[in-house]
Each structure stands twice: as C-alpha cells, then as structure tokens.
C-alpha cells in the first residue's frame, strides 16, 4: 500500500497526471528513511532535511512534522509493521494546465511508499564491495535532495555495468561523494569525509556515522581529500540510509589497503547497528 494526495491505496492503483512537474520536470523533493522494527533511523535529521530542501525550491512544506510522521507510520503499518523498510517520501511542486518552466502557485504531489531493505551479515561484508570513480559534474546545489537525479542515475548505472557497488565522484581532485552515498576514508586511524556544502548531500547516515565514531574515540576530520589520498587510504566506506555503511575494497580494479575491509569500519558499523535495537 502507498500513499497519494490523502489516499491509501495499493501501488498498482496509484496514478499521477501527466501534468505533473514531477514527472515533467523532475521538479520536487524526496527523502528516504530506514525503518528497523517499527523505528525510523535518524527521524528528525530527515524531516529537516526534507524542509530544508522543500524550502530551497520554493515548496511550501504541506504537513507539519506531527503530519508527517503519522503518514510514514500508517505506510510502515500497512507494509508489515515489523519488517526492515525503507518509507521513500516525494513531494513534487504539483500539477499546471500547461508545461512551461515557470510555475505558479500549484498544489503539490504527495507521495509516500515502502520497499524492503534486504538483512545484512557482517560476515558477508568484510570482503566489501567495488567502485568506480567518474568526474563531478553534477550542478552546484547537490546538498538539495531534488528527485531530478538524472547524473547520479547514469553514474550508478555505470557503476552496475562495471559490477560495482558504486560511482564515486570527484570535482578538481577532490573526492565529493558517491552517485547515491556519502564517502569516507580512514588514514592512520582518523576518519575523513567531505565537508557539508553544495557538492554533497547532507547524509542522515553521515552524520550518524561522524557521531557514532566519535562516540567510539575515533578522530573524525571533515575535510577534503584527493582521489590519490582515496586510493592510498587505510579505509574507504559509502554511507546511506538504505545501504547502512558499506566498506569498499576496490576502486577502478584497485585494492584498498589489504582487500578487506578495516577495523575502523567493523567498530563504527557494529555501533550503528546498536541503533536498530
Ligand atoms: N540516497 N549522497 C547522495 C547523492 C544520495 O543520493 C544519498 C542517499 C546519500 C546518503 O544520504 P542518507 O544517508 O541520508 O541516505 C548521499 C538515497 C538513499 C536514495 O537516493 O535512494
């Protein structure tokens, strides 16, 4: 069962007008949050997010916070209350008579659905996963979560057609973040990621893996790094709400450190899955 403008019902039935900026444009907002045992991870950074992204492109939020989470915990009841979800949340500028860029004052698309996220084993990851690494070109606003994904699309799909896990992207040098993650590294012992800004999504999972490390005494820098510092580190991870913190061992069919993933991931991800209990 999804939700759509003030209904629920089930996704084979849900339709949106061609008319629709969304689906014209790609004009709207969305969020993702992971839902384990009936608990979404990192509630308000996302509702926060979803504001500061509603007000960046001029959406006036429809629901308060209260609103919100009634409508997400309706859609986790309807989809097997217990299971690991993942509740994706769009909100596109709405419907006009006619397609043209500029736009009114217009009612906006409300849509709300659950996917699964499928159970991790740790022993599974310690080999971790490959990248890829692709030039940044995306638009100087990728700190707005806009469903107008059209670069990180290609890049993932670039990465799949590589069998990798992930693109990660790099502007002048500097690794920014991934096609749908947040990148780390670890270098003697300290935990690097790209400051916040208009190259990166504010991650909900970064931020709980900065917290997490440095509840464990880990050394947590957010700075920039090189691609060459990338390729040299001890660690390299991805982050995000659905992938949780991923380690990857290889990029561009180079190993990182021995191949396996590190000790500072294993400590930081055991943390975060306190988080789920
Ligand atoms: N993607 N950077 C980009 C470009 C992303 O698309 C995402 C998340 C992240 C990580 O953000 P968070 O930790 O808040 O999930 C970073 C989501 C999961 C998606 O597009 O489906």
Known sequence: MVYLNGNFIPKDKAYIPVMDRGFLFGDGIYEVFPV????????????NRLQDGLDAINIENPHSKDEW???????????????????????????DENRKHTYGKLKPTIYIQSSGIEP???????????????EDIRWLKSNTKATSLLA??????????????????????????????NVFIVKDNCLYTHPKGPNILPGVTRKIAIQCAENLGIMVKEEKFTKEELMQADEVWISSSTREILPITSIDGMSIS????????????????????
Do not use: F, M
């Not at 384990?36 to 509702?47: A, K, Q, S």
């Not at 890049?155 to 991934?178: C, F, H, M, P, W």
């Open 36 to 47: 384990y045992d009936n608990t979404v991870i990192g509630l308000e950074p996302h509702l």
């Open 152 to 181: 990180n699309t290609l890049y993932a799909q670039e990465a799949k057609d590589n069998d990798s896990e992930e693109a990660i992207l790099y502007r002048d040098g500097i690794v920014t973040e991934a096609s749908s993650s």
């Open 258 to 277: 021995d191949g396996y993933a590190g000790p500072v991931w294993s400590l930081v991800y055991d943390q975060y899955q306190k988080l789920k209990s």
């Open 120 to 134: 991790k084993d740790k022993r599974d990851l310690i080999k971790g996963k490959s990248a890829i690494t692709r």
């Open 69 to 95: 989470i009634n409508l997400i915990n309706k859609v986790v009841t309807l989809n097997n209350k217990n299971s690991s979800q993942a509740i994706y949340l769009q909100i596109s500028r709405g419907c």
